[in-house]
């Protein structure tokens, strides 16, 4: 089940990278990828910031992971989200 939803997720949003749950999305500069993740807070996702010196300046970005759980309407509103910050 889930590497359906993997499979989902990768299908909606075009990132095609290792079968893995954890998916990382760009999102440079530690002010904007704070400012993103407030706003996926507020759309009901808890998603995590990784911000610098954790990695290099410039290559801030978030960190999703997709579970069994994780019903296929959820995983279309966060890609919806991540479309809509243009994140995708």
Not at 65 to 75: D, K, P
Request: proline share 3%; with cysteine; aromatic share 6%.
């Amino acid at each position: 089940q889930l590497h359906e939803r993997i499979h989902f997720f990768q299908k909606l949003s075009h990132i095609f990278s290792a079968l893995s749950p954890i998916i990382c999305v760009s999102a440079p500069g530690n002010e904007r990828a704070r400012e993103l993740a407030n706003r996926l807070h507020q759309d009901g996702f808890d998603v995590r910031a990784i911000l610098s010196p954790t990695v290099t300046k410039g290559s801030e970005r978030f960190r999703i992971c997709v579970h069994a759980f994780n019903t296929n309407e959820e995983i279309a509103k966060i890609v919806a989200s991540l479309k809509k910050e243009n994140l995708l």
